[in-house]
């Protein structure tokens, strides 16, 4: 794992690592603390050489990889963030 984001509006989890990103999400009931049993779906990425970070913002998240004048990739996600 390079980096780890939470959704400030929506109980999810978004995990990046080198090749690729994970996201979890919870009923509005649980929170995400309680993220044991809970199956994690792929979701879209750019192809980059080593990805190392992600944030959410703007109803979906933005993702870069490592080095020196790498483009910022943006996600828009299907439902509100």
């Known amino acids: 794992m390079t980096s780890a984001a939470g959704s ?3 109980n999810r ?3 990046r690592g080198w090749s690729g990103m994970l996201e979890y999400s919870l009923p509005a009931d649980r929170e995400l603390v309680s ?3 809970v199956t994690p779906r792929v979701v879209p990425s750019a192809v980059e050489e080593q990805g190392e970070t992600v944030v ?3 109803g979906g998240y ?3 990889s ?3 004048h790498t483009p ?3 996600v828009a996600c ?3 963030i």
């Open 56 to 58: 959410y913002g703007d």
């Open 72 to 74: 910022i990739f943006y």
């Open 8 to 10: 400030r509006s929506a």
């Open 13 to 15: 989890l978004i995990v």
């Open 78 to 80: 299907d439902d509100a």
């Open 35 to 37: 993220l044991q049993g």
């Open 66 to 68: 490592e080095g020196a």
């Open 62 to 64: 933005y993702h870069v």
